[in-house]
């Protein structure tokens, strides 16, 4: 929208590089081109303001396809007016001198130009287009026709715009249709991700089978070894045993060797013993057979007398005397 300011009853006008002004005055054309700037009276200027700029145009309509389901098209046009007094002639691009506003709607009428033409040429495709051919392919199909059309129809250069891309955003069914579309698709793609759980579950069983038999070879190998050492500390228990018993046989062999030798020897002791005992007593008895009476009654005397207790004093009557000494045979002596 132009800039208008007020100044003594006069108005200035400022425009964009983007918008074509047209000034009237008094019927005849003043001032035409784009960002222009100039002081009038509004009482006698008809102004116009045509843009001159790209514009995107988007557009969302419904479609039917061949096999009578719908769908949205989405798409996107970007024009151009490049004839400013054509289009100021045939459409209404006139502005209110004191606020610069657009007194009609013409860009409007221009959308309702191009979203027409351009579903026009959308149902003409995809009436003769299946459903699944049209979200295949559709996208291209419906591109090259609007484009096509829009170029051929011949209210657009009468009108001086310039169709300048053509863009088909997205063709998509009903919520319902696109969610049946999509479960063959899901179901695969949920049969793949189903495929690689059971591979990556087979793959963890097979290691963990892996593992349990490494373990059981482990406990085997084990139990194997522990066998061997059992087996081993039997033999070496055995062998002990059978090493105690031996020396045990060999120490009670010198143990029985040195006890016969040791009766043998007490025995000859003791035999020798005996024989000296008797010729000492075969000579004592000698001794004494050769002795006589009275010497062997005063060696009796002797011994009693030798095991006798102590005897500090000792009186003998004269009787005991003479008696004592008759039977030694000896002369009596007096008291």
């Known amino acids: 929208m132009a800039d208008i300011t007020r100044r003594f009853g006069w108005r200035h006008l400022r425009s964009a590089p983007t918008a074509h002004i047209r000034h009237h005055k008094r019927g ?17 200027a008809a102004l116009s303001e045509v843009p001159v700029n790209d514009r995107e145009l988007a557009m969302a309509f419904h479609a039917r396809t061949s096999d009578f389901q719908d769908v949205t098209v989405q798409a996107t046009v970007t024009y151009r007016i490049s004839d400013p007094a054509e289009a100021a002639a045939r459409l209404d691009f006139s502005v209110d001198p004191d606020t610069g ?26 009436a003769r287009t299946p459903l699944a051919g049209a979200l295949v392919d559709g996208v291209a199909a419906v591109r090259e026709r609007v484009a096509a059309g829009l170029a051929a129809e011949p209210r657009l250069p009468a009108t001086g715009i310039d169709v300048v ?31 690689a759980t059971y591979e990556r579950r087979a793959v963890a069983v097979e290691r963990e089978r892996t593992i349990a038999e490494n373990e059981l070879a482990s406990q085997i190998e084990l139990a194997r070894r522990e066998e061997q050492l059992v087996e ?21 062999e010198a143990e029985a060797a040195r006890t016969v030798r040791l009766a043998g020897a007490e ?13 000492a007593q075969a000579a004592w008895l000698r001794a004494h057979g ?45 008291a």
């Open 232 to 252: 081993q500390r039997g033999t070496n228990a055995r062998r002990e045993a059978e090493e105690g018993a031996a020396a045990d046989g060999v120490r009670a």
């Open 165 to 195: 891309a053509v863009r088909v955003v997205a063709i998509r069914p009903e919520a319902e249709v696109e969610r049946a579309l999509r479960t063959p698709a899901r179901e695969q793609i949920q049969q793949e991700a189903d495929r």
């Open 101 to 126: 506003a657009w007194r009609g709607a013409p860009l409007e009428q221009i959308a309702t130009l191009l979203t027409e033409t351009a579903q026009q040429h959308t149902l003409d495709v995809l």
């Open 290 to 334: 050769e002795v006589e009476a009275a010497t062997l009654h005063a060696l009796a005397a002797t011994r009693l007398a030798e095991n006798l207790p102590q005897i500090d004093s000792l009186t003998l009557s004269p009787d005991v005397l003479t008696g004592l000494l008759s039977k030694l045979g000896r002369p009596e002596a007096g």
């Open 28 to 44: 005849k054309l003043a001032h035409d081109g784009a960002g222009l700037s100039f002081w009038y009276r509004s009482l006698s």
């Open 267 to 279: 025995a000859e002791a003791a035999r020798q013993v005996g024989a000296a005992r008797a010729e």
